[in-house]
């Protein structure tokens, strides 16, 4: 079962959906660029037998609020908000493509509130050449200025993004879509390697791995978040 609510933080709304066991350990899971909570209904339901799961609308996406002032820096910001609001200690974290880098930033900000970081094909945060996004026609589900604000960042990212990839203290997993991805590959095994704890697995069907590949995401994503909880039998010495 799905329940949907939101909550202020610091005078933005933020909607989530939550799922899975009340006793069970958070797991927050954050969006693309121009998606919401309900881009992850295909895996939410498998992650949720084992974890307490939080899926996220950023600001300037679905039914949270579009303030009209946005940032990378704002969006972990309001995670953390977001958090606190609720009562959640460390948390397990899934952020795919934007989402990542807004997770890989408060896992940077906040090394003591994340225990396991997934990194779905997430860009490592280097300069890249400016393409200027076209509008789609007709209404959005999300706010065109947020995108334009956040194409920016990622075109140009603060250098201070990638030398505190070390500060990474929360075991890694990065998930690399593989050649079928816009997102440079060797760019997503440099990231990998510059956080302490970073694992990476690859599943080659492109940039939207969790829609493409529901069930081996989550089976990939599952063993790793329980790797330390429920250990293999066969593999104790």
Same mark, same amino acid.
């Given at each position: 079962?799905? *329940?949907?609510?939101?909550?202020?933080?610091? +005078? @933005?709304?933020?909607?989530?959906?939550?799922?899975?066991?009340? %006793?069970?350990?958070?797991?927050?899971?954050?969006?693309?660029?121009?998606? %919401? !909570?309900?881009?992850?209904?295909?895996?939410?339901?498998? /992650?949720?037998?084992?974890?307490?799961?939080? !899926?996220? *609308?950023?600001? +300037?996406?679905?039914?949270?609020?579009?303030?009209?002032?946005?940032?990378?820096?704002?969006?972990?910001?309001?995670?953390?908000? $977001? /958090?606190?609001?609720?009562?959640?200690?460390?948390?397990? /974290?899934?952020?795919?493509?934007?989402?990542? @880098?807004?997770?890989?930033?408060?896992?940077?900000?906040?090394?003591?509130?994340?225990?396991? /970081?997934?990194?779905? *094909?997430?860009?490592?945060?280097?300069?890249?050449?400016?393409?200027?996004?076209?509008?789609? %026609?007709?209404?959005?589900? $999300?706010?065109?200025?947020?995108?334009? !604000?956040?194409?920016?960042?990622i075109d140009l990212p603060d250098p201070r993004w990638l030398e505190r990839l070390s500060q990474i203290t929360a075991e890694t997993?990065?998930?690399?879509?593989?050649?079928?991805?816009?997102?440079?590959?060797?760019?997503?095994?440099?990231?990998?390697?510059? @956080?302490? +704890?970073?694992?990476?697995?690859? @599943?080659?069907?492109?940039?939207?791995?969790?829609?493409?590949?529901?069930?081996? $995401?989550?089976?990939?994503?599952?063993? $790793?978040?329980?790797?330390?909880?429920?250990?293999?039998?066969?593999?104790?010495?």
């Amino acid at each position: 079962m799905v *329940d949907h609510h939101s909550v202020d933080v610091a +005078g @933005i709304r933020l909607a989530y959906q939550v799922s899975g066991p009340l %006793d069970a350990a958070p797991l927050v899971l954050i969006h693309a660029l121009g998606e %919401d !909570a309900t881009d992850w209904d295909m895996v939410a339901p498998a /992650l949720a037998r084992s974890r307490r799961v939080y !899926a996220l *609308d950023l600001r +300037g996406h679905g039914q949270s609020d579009w303030p009209g002032k946005y940032s990378l820096e704002l969006m972990q910001t309001d995670v953390l908000r $977001f /958090l606190e609001a609720l009562g959640l200690g460390q948390v397990d /974290l899934i952020g795919h493509s934007m989402g990542g @880098i807004v997770a890989y930033l408060f896992a940077e900000e906040h090394p003591q509130r994340v225990s396991r /970081l997934v990194l779905e *094909d997430v860009p490592v945060p280097r300069p890249r050449e400016p393409i200027t996004p076209t509008r789609p %026609d007709g209404d959005l589900a $999300f706010d065109w200025e947020m995108v334009l !604000a956040v194409r920016r960042q990622i075109d140009l990212p603060d250098p201070r993004w990638l030398e505190r990839l070390s500060q990474i203290t929360a075991e890694t997993l990065v998930v690399a879509g593989g050649p079928r991805s816009h997102v440079p590959q060797d760019g997503i095994a440099e990231l990998a390697r510059r @956080i302490p +704890g970073g694992h990476t697995v690859t @599943i080659p069907v492109g940039h939207l791995i969790h829609h493409a590949a529901p069930k081996a $995401f989550t089976e990939a994503v599952s063993a $790793f978040l329980l790797s330390d909880e429920d250990p293999d039998p066969a593999r104790q010495p």
